[in-house]
């Protein structure tokens, strides 16, 4: 079991960048995935890499501007995020699976961080 913690969330101007990081003891092992959840609105999946890094995934939504990578020595997995959108305002969680593939299904997570805000304005 990992303890994961987000950060890196804050306020940014629409086109901005932002970079999260997701961090545990252990991470090594784990395939991680980032999600989001805007108010009344259900959690979305965004990107996942394997333990490894032989395989990553990402959402149509985020193709092209958010890129998932990890440091294994560093036991971190980030998230870099360009040209954002006021539609990319969310609570910006990660989550974890014991040498998990690839899955865009949040249930197949098994630990989740506490998540870190992001805002967009225009």
């Known amino acids: 079991q990992v303890q994961l913690v987000e950060s890196g969330g804050g306020s940014v101007q629409a086109g901005g960048s932002l970079r999260l990081s997701c961090a545990s003891s252990?991470?090594?092992?784990?395939?991680v995935g980032w999600f989001r959840q805007a108010p009344g609105k259900e959690r979305e999946f965004l990107a996942h890499?394997?333990?490894?890094?032989?395989?990553?995934g990402y959402a149509d939504s985020v193709k092209g501007r958010f890129r998932i990578s990890r440091d294994n020595r560093k036991n971190i997995v980030d998230l870099q995020m360009d040209s954002l959108k006021p539609e990319d305002t969310a609570v910006y969680y990660c989550?974890?699976?014991?040498?998990?593939?690839?899955?865009?299904?949040?249930?197949?997570?098994?630990?989740w961080g506490p998540g870190t805000q992001v805002t967009v304005s225009s």
């Open positions: 989550a974890a699976r014991l040498w998990g593939i690839y899955s865009p299904d949040e249930h197949d997570y098994t630990d």
């Open positions: 252990g991470l090594s092992r784990y395939g």
């Open positions: 890499i394997t333990a490894k890094a032989t395989n990553l």
